[in-house]
């Protein structure tokens, strides 16, 4: 069975090409939808068989190398195309595949009268692709073409709606501000490549162990790659590119921004650990930076009106929680959020593409209003994934964040939990806002032009999937004081031997108990709050104020940007067309061009058209061969 784990990969490629080269010509836009979705879900049927067979061998043998091809050799660089299926690489696919199918079965009915349907469907298949390329590789290489791949993909998805000049600009934004970090990963890679002679993450493992690196060589080779981090996984000061990136389709925001390609960061930290772990200065920055992005984030949140902005800013501070656990060496913990985050918020994100489309494209939470009992489906889902992601017990975004809080207190960074506890409390207010504004008080829209109605099947039941996994999905991962957490011992055989050297923290069970009932009473008090505040309809702006507005415009962050970024590099890359472009590059051609021009003008002139004219040259010439002959 081992040697068709290729086609967790080859499956979704196949639906790219047959959508992309023929989705033109298929008639029923269904087909190309469903084929999207049956090249996902063979994916996934294939991954819970590679689940299967690792978890049946010995525990320190559940490693499996499929190799492809030879890719590169040139000298002493020998880089195969392979895939690494271990317990790491397989809780990835699983999530991809899993959580991907379901979206793609919800976009079936969304994107329901597209005339770009199977182009759509196409891109999707091909984002997965690329997804499972980056999670599976066993080389840095091979991990970095799927890394550019997503983004590509990102491109295409978020400026789908290519005629509409903000997606373009935001596919831009996105496409830009991701290059920035890939250089970071990219230089990294050659730091790895003279330290250890190999990109193979396997390799790699093996030569940390028996070769002498200076400390200072891993700080560098792990902050460049913390470079990449933050560009795809949408961290300080990368982050800007990901709210606009929810100018694409519903559909697109839910698979690239909640479970997926933002957490490609998180992954690569988790893949590249034991480098981590011994640049004790890069897990520090990795937890500030993380703290700094969740903290921020969700106070920006909390003043957005538009519902998709809402879970986007969500997405970067949740990113920021997974990049606490990492800094913190809690890399199980980490691994364990991003899958907690991907039912809960991709949950929440169809929810409210489905909201969008029961309220005929509007997306302003303020011009909503008593929609519960009119999308009930839509709500009770939205409810859930709302509750997982406040951290109330028994759903999954409880044991996670709560293990992350956990990790963060008793490895001694109080600051750090102080900030993290602030921002959960802001999770829940802002989440309990939107929930409030958008299902609760009275309509605030013109009952008379919208109509509210329920979303079709197509859509629905994949809410209701997810939302099932939202409750129940976090028993994998169960705080070691009420029983075994499954998820930590699978991965544990990934993560060993970058926990053997980081410090052991010494958990104390009362202190645990303790800390687990602060935070679930932190997002009672925060839901209780917003509920008061808002179901019946206010508004943030009513008691905050000019702070409000401070919020409301991201800290101004873009314009910022634009001024001490944006603005000096187009004044550069003027300087450099005119002088270097129009005045070297183009006088140079451009001279030339005159020099024969002119040439060819003055020799025009001797073709007159009159025959005396050509003899007497005629003879000019003859005379002059001969002259030259009698006196050589």
């Avoid at 507005?549 to 005119?578: A, M, S």
Wanted: with cysteine; aromatic share 14%; proline share 3%.
């Amino acid at each position: 069975m081992v040697k068709y784990f290729y086609l967790i990969t080859v499956l979704p490629l196949v639906g790219f090409l047959i959508n992309g080269l023929f989705g033109a010509k298929i008639k029923n836009e269904k087909v190309s939808g469903i084929l999207g979705s049956l090249t996902v879900l063979g994916s996934f049927v294939i991954t819970v068989l590679a689940l299967l067979h690792i978890t049946s061998l010995p525990e320190g043998s559940r490693t499996i190398t499929i190799p492809l091809f030879s890719w590169i050799t040139s000298g002493t660089l020998n880089i195969s195309a392979a895939y690494l299926v271990d317990p790491l690489s397989v809780t990835m696919c699983l999530i991809i595949t899993g959580v991907g199918f379901l979206i793609h079965v919800y976009s079936i009915g969304y994107m329901h009268g597209d005339k770009g349907y199977a182009r759509f469907f196409a891109f999707l298949n091909l984002f997965i692709f690329a997804m499972l390329n980056l999670v599976l590789g066993d080389n840095m290489l091979l991990m970095f073409l799927g890394w550019e791949g997503v983004g590509l993909c990102s491109y295409l998805l978020i400026g789908f709606f290519y005629e509409k000049k903000f997606t373009g600009d935001a596919a831009n934004k996105a496409f830009w501000v991701n290059r920035i970090g890939d250089f970071g990963f990219m230089i990294a890679m050659f730091f790895i490549f003279m330290s250890f002679g190999t990109l193979n993450f396997l390799q790699i493992n093996s030569a940390i162990a028996t070769t002498t690196i200076a400390v200072s060589t891993f700080t560098i080779i792990t902050l460049l790659l913390f470079v990449g981090a933050t560009g795809k996984s949408a961290q300080i000061p990368l982050f800007i590119w990901l709210p606009d990136a929810m100018a694409g389709p519903t559909p697109v925001s839910a698979l690239i921004h909640a479970a997926t390609m933002v957490t490609a960061g998180v992954y690569m930290i988790g893949r590249t650990s034991l480098l981590f772990a011994h640049a004790p200065l890069t897990m520090n920055v990795v937890m500030v930076i993380g703290c700094l992005t969740a903290f921020m984030a969700a106070t920006i949140a909390v003043a957005q009106n538009d519902i998709k902005k809402i879970l986007a800013y969500s997405t970067v501070s949740q990113l920021g929680f997974m990049f606490m656990a990492m800094g913190a060496g809690a890399f199980s913990t980490g691994i364990f959020h991003v899958t907690t985050h991907a039912f809960f918020k991709a949950l929440m994100f169809l929810a409210a593409g489905s909201v969008i489309h029961g309220m005929h494209d509007e997306q302003d939470v303020t011009k909503m209003g008593g929609l519960k009992n009119k999308m009930k489906v839509t709500f009770l889902t939205f409810l859930m994934g709302g509750i997982a992601i406040s951290g109330i017990p028994p759903f999954s975004g409880f044991f996670s964040k709560d293990e992350i809080l956990s990790k963060l207190f008793f490895s001694g960074n109080y600051a750090i939990f102080g900030i993290a506890v602030i921002t959960a409390f802001l999770t829940a207010f802002y989440v309990f806002r939107l929930i409030s504004l958008t299902f609760y008080g009275n309509p605030r829209y013109d009952e008379s032009h919208v109509h509210p109605h329920e979303s079709p099947a197509s859509m629905t039941i994949p809410l209701i999937i997810l939302a099932v996994l939202s409750v129940v999905g976090g028993f994998i991962g169960i705080p070691h004081i009420i029983g075994p957490n499954i998820l930590e011992h699978f991965l544990e055989p990934v993560f060993a031997s970058a926990w053997n050297i980081l410090p052991e923290h010494h958990i104390v069970e009362s202190t645990e108990i303790g800390l687990i009932a602060f935070s679930v009473l932190v997002a009672a008090i925060a839901i209780f709050v917003s509920v008061k505040m808002f179901s019946g309809g206010q508004r943030l702006d009513a008691f905050s104020g000019g702070f409000y507005n401070l919020l409301k415009e991201k800290y101004k962050v873009d314009e910022i940007y634009d001024i001490i970024i944006v603005r000096p590099l187009r004044w550069l890359t003027e300087i450099f067309y005119k002088i270097f472009d129009v005045k070297i590059i183009d006088g140079a051609v451009n001279g030339v061009a005159s020099f024969f021009m002119n040439l060819s003008i003055d020799w025009r002139k001797i073709q007159t058209g009159v025959v005396q004219d050509y003899a007497l040259f005629s003879v000019a010439g003859i005379l002059c061969i001969i002259l030259y002959i009698l006196l050589r």
